[in-house]
């Protein structure tokens, strides 16, 4: 079996490996973070993206030495894909490995990019790039591929197998390698795009479309809340109707929902196009964070709480359930908005890398909590362990607990979206 270096071992790139490990592929993993290599090579994953027993069976080469890809002869790129603090694509990850790959690019290789990229990102910047740094002709020397990573992080459910996979390539020849490749690890089938824009545009509007929906029943709880309806209550209704929509209202942050949307804004605004519903979406969905604090404050006060000595406490960091990244998490935003109250505020998540988020953050995770010291409660992740937890111990005259995830029954609580 052929050579294939994977580019990037995060949440997309580990099970990419061992997938495709399984299938006796020979895999080199290459990271430039040396202690995620180090980790991977003592048999441990902090993303929880594998079950420990696959990264102990498969034999991968994993390293921080990009000199091990020499023996390569299909790479594919599975690195993040952000926005800067201006909220522009921010691709230095991807040109990074781009330019590593060709380091080690032989005549007709083939590189496939799984990262997430605005439509015609492969067309107009990578494949002039790999032209210039080599000096091969594409769809002569070498071909490109462009297959879009659909992982979903803290979901045992859904992997790489059982994901079905898009894939698009520089010619029709390089389009049924790509799909020939993948339909080795992929079990319920390949969907051919005719084109790489094509793919481009897929991934971006599968995020772009879910937080947009996310937006309006934001907005819709904003509203109903001001008019005192439930809103779960009237999703609870609308639901029975049979093409319903179900989505429901929280925070978005994380690596997709909460970034593509400026990806396809980017290049909207290169050809032209203002692109209103998306970013009016996306001011919604920034906004949260604010609408969670206020309701908090408003109703600790009237309660009649007094909210500068008043101790808070927030459940769960992560960007999503059973998940330990927290970063670009929205709960951070919440904690800033509350500390303009000079109140007191803790957070305890069991499930997060602490080392990881303590250094992003340079914050102090609580270890223990006792429910019945804290005036404030926000549920704001649905963890696991949080279902356990004995919330009818609080003193419900004297704290305000808020289910950001209608997660808790309703007569537990005093607050939710």
């Not at 040396?34 to 994993?62: G, M, P, T, V, W």
């Not at 408003?298 to 999503?320: R, V």
Request: hydrophobic share 40%.
């Amino acid at each position: 079996m052929e050579n294939i270096g994977i580019i990037g071992l995060g949440y997309v790139g580990l099970p990419l490996a061992i997938a495709f490990a399984k299938k006796n592929f020979n895999i080199i993993g290459f990271d430039i973070n040396k202690a995620r290599i180090n980790e991977l090579n003592n048999n441990i994953d902090s993303s929880l993206s594998i079950k420990l027993d696959d990264l102990k069976k498969q034999l991968i080469k994993f390293s921080f030495n990009d000199s091990e890809l020499d023996c390569c002869s299909t790479f594919i790129i599975t690195v993040p894909t952000p926005i800067n603090s201006s909220k522009q694509p921010d691709t230095k990850a991807l040109f990074s490995a781009l330019k590593t790959t060709c380091k080690y690019l032989k005549k007709n290789d083939l590189i496939i990019i799984e990262s997430t990229v605005y439509p015609g990102f492969t067309d107009e910047e990578a494949i002039p790039l790999i032209e210039k740094l080599t000096n091969f002709k594409i769809n002569v020397d070498f071909f490109v591929g462009y297959s879009p990573e659909r992982m979903n992080p803290g979901d045992p459910k859904r992997g790489v197998e059982n994901i079905i996979k898009v894939c698009s390539g520089s010619n029709l020849d390089t389009l049924k390698k790509v799909s020939k490749l993948y339909s080795q690890i992929v079990t319920v089938g390949i969907h051919s795009a005719p084109t790489i824009k094509v793919a481009e545009a897929a991934k971006i509007i599968e995020n772009t479309q879910r937080d947009i929906n996310i937006a309006f029943i934001n907005e819709l709880s904003m509203i109903f809340n001001k008019m005192n309806i439930d809103t779960y209550d009237v999703l609870e209704a609308a639901g029975t109707k049979w093409n319903f929509q179900k989505f429901t209202p929280g925070l978005v942050g994380g690596h997709c929902i909460g970034v593509d949307p400026y990806y396809l804004a980017h290049q909207a605004r290169k050809k032209g196009h203002i692109p209103d519903i998306l970013l009016a979406g996306r001011r919604i969905n920034e906004s949260m964070s604010s609408v969670v604090a206020y309701n908090l404050i408003k109703a600790m006060a009237k309660k009649g709480l007094n909210i500068t000595k008043s101790k808070i406490l927030i459940l769960g960091i992560t960007f999503k359930e059973n998940c330990p990244d927290p970063r670009n998490t929205k709960v951070l935003d919440i904690v800033s908005e509350l500390k303009n109250f000079n109140c007191s505020i803790d957070i305890y998540d069991p499930v997060v890398d602490k080392n990881k988020c303590e250094t992003l953050y340079d914050i102090e995770l609580k270890e223990t909590i006792n429910i019945k010291d804290y005036n404030g409660i926000i549920l704001a992740v649905s963890h696991n362990q949080f279902k356990v937890i004995d919330f009818s111990s609080r003193d419900k005259n004297m704290s305000v607990l808020y289910d950001l995830k209608g997660l808790l029954p309703k007569d537990l609580i005093d607050l939710r979206l």
